[in-house]
């Protein structure tokens, strides 16, 4: 997979839905850049779940124009709203993240990840067990099925049936002017569900990033599926 991304760091997550099956490629921290969006939304949900309370009218309007729109207004408003990067933690316990450290001060995009615990992140949202209710949980995934069409690209290359479910991220570094490209979400291929996480930091370029995540989602995924479904017939 080397010869896809170059100089380029990047790390990929897979995991097979009915068989519990993961593969990832990578360990390393990554800036979250837009994906953690998926994240302040999980926390707002479990704090108003503490709280007795649904979202209010403003709360849910900012949460989809966050998720759908990438909105980074409404996301720094949704950030301040949490508590910021210790309640962001303190929720990331309780949804059984443990390599993720929320950005400082009130840049959110700076929280890092690794594709592991966006993996971790994703089976709270998407699986039956979590500490998410299942109103909020179909709340999530709602939101991430109708993200704008601009972007809709990332994991999505991988699916071939079914709708995908995604969030993505994007982020120019000032000091490096390097840009970081994520994207994380639910895919269906051949039959079967899988979670996936794809994290780019160093890429020339936004477009050049996307391209490469596109290329490394294909043959990510190609690779994996063709081992569960080997190991499903033995």
């Known amino acids: 997979m080397t010869a896809l991304f170059g100089d380029n760091r990047m790390s990929v997550a897979m995991l097979d839905v009915e068989s519990g099956a993961m593969a990832t ?16 939304l999980a926390t707002l949900l479990l704090q108003a779940k503490d709280e007795g309370r ?6 849910r309007a900012q949460a989809a124009a966050m998720i759908q729109k990438s909105d980074n207004a409404s996301t720094s408003a949704l950030w301040t709203r949490i508590g910021s990067a210790s309640e962001l933690d303190a929720a990331n316990e309780r949804l059984g993240l443990t390599q993720t450290q929320g ?5 959110w995009g700076i929280t890092q990840t690794t594709a592991e615990d966006q993996i971790r992140l994703l089976q709270a949202v998407f699986g039956d067990e ?20 601009s972007q809709t ?11 995908t479910a995604l969030k993505n991220g994007w982020l120019k570094r000032t000091q490096t002017k ?18 996936m996480a794809v994290l780019l930091n160093g890429c020339s370029t936004q477009e050049v990033g996307i391209s490469i995540v596109e290329q490394a989602t294909r043959a990510s995924a190609a690779a994996f599926s063709r081992r569960v479904r080997e190991k499903s017939t033995t």
Request: charged share 25%; no cysteine; net charge negative.
């Open 25 to 40: 490629y990578g360990h390393d921290a990554f800036d979250t850049a837009s994906i953690v969006k998926v994240d302040i």
């Open 54 to 59: 649904r979202l209010s009218t403003e709360e």
């Open 103 to 107: 950005g400082g001060g009130t840049v």
């Open 130 to 149: 979590s500490p998410l209710s299942e109103a909020s949980r179909a709340y999530i995934q709602d939101l991430m099925r109708h993200v704008v069409g």
């Open 153 to 163: 690209w990332g994991v999505s290359a991988a699916a071939d049936s079914g709708t």
């Open 178 to 195: 390097k840009w970081v490209v994520n994207s994380i979400g639910r895919i269906e291929r051949e039959g079967r569900v899988y979670l």
